[in-house]
T-cell receptor
Framework: AQSVSQHNHHVILSEAASLELGCNYS??????LFWYVQYPGQHLQLLLK??????LVKGIKGFEAEFIKSKFSFNLRKPSVQWSDTAEYFC??????????FGRGTSLIVHP | SQTIHQWPATLVQPVGSPLSLECTVE??????LYWYRQAAGRGLQLLFY??????ISSEVPQNLSASRPQDRQFILSSKKLLLSDSGFYLC???????????????FGPGTRLTVL
């Protein structure tokens, strides 16, 4: 069975700091990878996804993620965070089915 | 465009009472439908999923059940609620495209259930 690990459960940053949230998965085959974000009081929504092609994926609001197959990783990055990036971030993986596996989430707080 | 609705938004129920949470999707046909429970620090736990009317798969044994009486309607139920059923319940859908599994999920606003 596949599993997803998000190493950082709580991250606190100041505005303009750089962000990297880790995501590792355990599955040796072809995978589709997702990052979702849940802003306070809002629906969980897609931030970006990878399913093939360029392993560096760009999403909304200046976020990007890099798929490194050899490391089974799909880390999320943003060079300069804003207060409005305060949210909970979830990594998800599916491996050939329509049932993704989600990580436990990372709570990001950005201080103005 | 597609939209997903869940109701009620919040619910407070006594232990032993029945439960019915409803989810409907608009603007798409034959969606895959999902029920999740979200707990703080524990991510999203998949409870049920459905690939068609009357087709329900359960991921974990529990006090809950799900039904899909119509193509775009997904209902989460319980005959007798337990304290441990308290939580935040999310409904989601994804497009059915056969073998293509790269489609993302779209989530509803959720229902906060408190069992007292």
């Amino acid at each position: 069975a596949q599993s997803v690990s998000q190493h950082n459960h709580h991250v606190i940053l100041s505005e303009a700091a750089s962000l990297e949230l880790g995501c590792n998965y355990s599955y040796g085959g072809t995978v589709n990878l997702f990052w979702y974000v849940q802003y306070p009081g809002q629906h969980l929504q897609l931030l970006l996804k990878y399913f093939s092609g360029d392993p560096l994926v760009k999403g909304i609001k200046g976020f990007e993620a890099e798929f490194i197959k050899s490391k089974f990783s799909f880390n999320l990055r943003k060079p300069s965070v804003q207060w409005s990036d305060t949210a909970e971030y979830f990594c998800a993986v599916n491996s050939g089915s329509y049932i993704p596996t989600f990580g436990r989430g990372t709570s990001l707080i950005v201080h103005p | 465009s597609q939209t997903i609705h869940q109701w009620p938004a919040t619910l407070v129920q006594p232990v032993g009472s029945p439960l019915s949470l409803e989810c409907t999707v608009e603007g798409t046909s034959n969606p895959n439908l999902y029920w999740y429970r979200q707990a703080a620090g524990r991510g999203l736990q998949l409870l049920f999923y459905s690939v068609g009317i009357g087709q329900i798969s359960s991921e974990v044994p529990q006090n809950l059940s799900a039904s899909r009486p119509q193509d775009r309607q997904f209902i989460l139920s319980s005959k007798k609620l337990l304290l441990s059923d308290s939580g935040f319940y999310l409904c989601a859908w994804s497009a059915w495209t056969g073998v293509d599994v790269s489609n993302e999920q779209f989530f509803g606003p959720g229902t906060r259930l408190t069992v007292l």
